[in-house]
C-alpha cells in the first residue's frame, strides 16, 4: 500500500523514488558506516535502531525542510531558534562529507538536488560580513568553515 499523502519535502521523496539501483546501493553503505559511528556514540542503543539519524536522505530532507521555511519567511510564527539553526548548518556539511565518500557516480546522481536546495538557501541569505551570528554558527572543529556560515538570512527569524 503506498502512503499518497504528500510530504514537506518532495524534492528528496522525488530523488528517492527515481535513485539508480547502484545509487541506492551505494548510500545504503554509507548510511550503514553512518549508523556504525552513531552507535558507536551512543552503544546503549545498539539493536535497538536499525538506521541513522544522519541518513543521506534525513539530511537531504532536513535541508529542504530548513531552505523551504527560510523561503517562505518563517511560518507560522515568524521564529527560529540559532542552535536549530546552526544544526541544520552542521547537517548541511555532514552532506558535504557524504557526497566527498561516495564513489563519485552516487555523488552525481545527489549533486542537482543539493545545488537546487542550496540556491534557494543563497537566494534567501546575504553576506555576514560582521559575522553578527559568528558566536552561534562557529564551524564544528571537525570540519572547515563553509562559506554558509558567513551569510545571515536577508528576512532573519525573531532569534
Not at 18 to 32: G, H, L, N
Not at 36 to 59: D, I, M, Y
Not at 62 to 71: I, S
Amino acid at each position: 500500500m503506498s502512503d499518497a499523502r504528500p510530504t514537506d519535502t518532495p524534492l528528496t521523496d522525488a530523488l528517492a523514488a527515481s535513485m539508480p539501483d547502484e545509487t541506492r546501493s551505494a548510500v545504503a553503505a554509507w548510511d550503514a558506516a553512518r549508523l556504525e559511528a552513531e552507535l558507536e556514540r551512543t552503544p546503549a542503543l545498539r539493536g535497538k535502531v536499525s538506521a541513522p539519524v544522519h541518513s543521506v536522505r534525513n539530511l537531504l530532507g532536513a535541508w529542504e525542510r530548513f531552505v523551504r521555511l527560510m523561503a517562505a519567511g518563517w511560518p507560522p510564527e515568524g521564529w527560529y531558534s540559532l542552535s536549530a539553526y546552526r544544526e541544520l548548518l552542521d547537517e548541511r556539511d555532514l552532506l558535504d562529507t557524504a557526497l566527498s565518500e561516495l564513489p563519485s557516480a552516487a555523488a552525481a546522481a545527489l549533486t542537482p538536488l543539493l545545488e537546487q536546495l542550496d540556491a534557494v538557501y543563497f537566494a534567501h541569505t546575504e553576506p555576514d560580513p560582521e559575522e553578527t551570528l559568528r558566536p552561534w554558527l562557529g564551524a564544528p572543529a571537525s570540519t572547515a568553515p563553509t562559506d554558509r556560515r558567513s551569510r545571515r538570512p536577508r528576512h532573519a527569524p525573531s532569534w
